[in-house]
């Protein structure tokens, strides 16, 4: 059963980096794609990235320039960092895998996101 | 980005009877060439993250109990619950992922009436 789980500070100051890793339990991490997904109450669901253990990243533009995810293998966990954050970064982040290709049809495209972490609360604040 | 809007915003309705949910995209999220539409749709409870309920519009996951269904094409989706059991209360959201970045829809809230 693949289990996943955030962590790190619930408290992050203004103009400091959020930084929050997920560990990654039944599976290998070298296996998949991992999503970071963040939710506020402004502004719902929003995707944040995505990594390979290879170094291949894609991230939402409208974070771009304030983003970074990496994976450590020989933890199978991966991270989060979120530079120059303001009180708009408050959210429950997520951590989640991309959805498995069981029609061996998908031609890299599920792009759905299962299973996910129960989420860490990040709050913005000095 | 391709923006989802999800109607109603919140949707009562007793046990045992239909609950109806539509989610639109402003563009069409189906890829011709597979004639596969590339959106999801998740299930949220109160303090847990949310569950993957269907993909490619319609595939449902596995454990998903088939009251749930999931269907439409092109702009427009319909999630529908056949017979509302108090264990369904919940968020749902639709999730496209047919270009970057990957939206979601704002969620409807399903309850009991």
């Known amino acids: 059963q693949v289990q996943l789980q955030e962590s790190g500070p619930g408290l992050v100051k203004p103009s400091e980096t959020l930084s929050l890793t997920c560990t990654v339990s039944g599976v290998s991490i070298s296996s998949h794609y991992w999503n970071w997904i963040r939710q506020s109450p402004g502004k719902g669901l929003e995707w944040i990235g995505y990594?390979?253990?290879?170094?291949?990243?894609k991230y939402n533009p409208s974070l771009k320039s304030r983003v970074t995810m990496s994976v450590d293998t020989s933890k199978n966990q991966f991270s989060l960092k979120l530079t120059s954050v303001t009180a708009a970064d408050t959210a429950v982040y997520f951590c989640a895998r991309r959805g498995l290709c069981t029609d061996g049809n998908c031609q890299g495209y599920n792009n759905w996101f299962d299973p996910w972490g129960q989420g860490t609360l990040v709050t913005v604040s000095s | 980005d391709i923006v989802l809007t999800q109607s109603p915003d919140f949707l009562a309705v007793s046990l045992g009877e239909r609950a109806t949910i539509s989610c639109k995209s402003n563009q069409s999220v189906l890829f011709t060439s597979n004639n596969k539409n590339y959106l999801a749709w998740y299930q949220q409870k109160p303090g847990q993250p949310p569950k993957l309920l269907f993909y490619w519009a319609s595939t449902r996951e596995s454990g998903v109990p088939d009251r749930f269904s999931g269907s439409g094409s092109g702009t427009d989706f319909t999630l529908t619950i056949s017979s509302l059991q108090a264990e369904d209360v919940a968020v749902y959201s639709c999730?496209?992922?047919?270009?970057?970045?990957?939206?979601f829809g704002p969620g409807t809230k399903v309850d009991l009436k």
């Open positions: 999730q496209q992922y047919f270009n970057l970045p990957f939206t």
């Open positions: 990594v390979y253990y290879t170094g291949i990243t």
